[in-house]
């Protein structure tokens, strides 16, 4: 029996093997870095606006505001804007804070952050008990370029195959 292939198999044939997997992985990493470069600078931006992701920061304590002379929540000596960073890992990418990055006293900035994204209750040893609000500045920009992002992905793998 004879087979015969009807339509443009060598054209299909030619263009899966140019774009899989090599260039999928190509156009995923460049996808991923735009997000993650874009996401970046807009949790910069929110922590300087002290509204990340359009969420306004709970105001400081007065107290807090004596000690550090400002009332701008998460920026005292600039230590946690500038940890915030990216790392690209084949097409996906982390935005955060790195474990390993420390500031001038030697904390980790991985710890602060989730201090300030999540809040904490410390019990000093004198018996004070300070209270420390949540003032998420990651989770809410990710959420508000969460269709950003996913139209980043979706151009990008439609021009692939455009």
Same mark, same amino acid.
């Given at each position: @029996?004879?087979?015969?292939?009807?339509w443009?198999?060598?054209?299909?044939?030619?263009?899966?093997r140019?774009?899989?997997?090599?260039?999928?992985?190509?156009?995923?990493?460049?996808a991923?870095?735009?997000c993650?470069l !874009?996401? =970046?600078?807009?949790?910069k931006k929110?922590?300087?606006?002290?509204?990340?992701?359009?969420?306004k920061? *709970?105001? #400081?304590a +007065?107290?807090?505001?004596?000690?550090?002379?400002?009332?701008?929540? #998460?920026?005292?000596?600039?230590f #946690?804007?500038?940890? $915030?960073t990216?790392?690209? @890992?084949?097409d996906?990418?982390?935005?955060?804070? !790195?474990?390993g990055?420390?500031?001038?006293?030697?904390?980790?900035? =991985?710890n602060i952050?989730?201090? @300030?994204?999540?809040?904490?209750?410390?019990?000093?040893?004198?018996? =004070?008990?300070?209270v420390?609000?949540p003032r998420?500045? !990651?989770?809410?920009?990710? +959420? *508000?370029?969460?269709d950003? $992002?996913k139209? $980043?992905f979706?151009?990008? #793998? !439609?021009?692939l195959?455009?």
């Amino acid at each position: @029996m004879k087979v015969s292939k009807y339509w443009q198999w060598k054209k299909v044939d030619r263009v899966l093997r140019n774009c899989l997997p090599a260039n999928v992985e190509k156009v995923l990493k460049k996808a991923a870095t735009k997000c993650a470069l !874009l996401l =970046v600078r807009e949790i910069k931006k929110g922590i300087k606006s002290q509204a990340p992701g359009g969420q306004k920061f *709970q105001p #400081l304590a +007065e107290v807090t505001i004596e000690r550090k002379g400002s009332s701008k929540a #998460l920026i005292d000596t600039g230590f #946690l804007i500038s940890a $915030i960073t990216q790392k690209i @890992m084949g097409d996906k990418a982390f935005v955060g804070l !790195l474990r390993g990055t420390r500031n001038k006293d030697g904390d980790e900035m =991985v710890n602060i952050g989730a201090i @300030m994204e999540f809040g904490a209750t410390v019990q000093m040893p004198s018996g =004070v008990t300070i209270v420390i609000p949540p003032r998420p500045f !990651l989770h809410p920009v990710m +959420e *508000q370029y969460k269709d950003e $992002i996913k139209q $980043i992905f979706g151009e990008a #793998l !439609l021009d692939l195959f455009g």
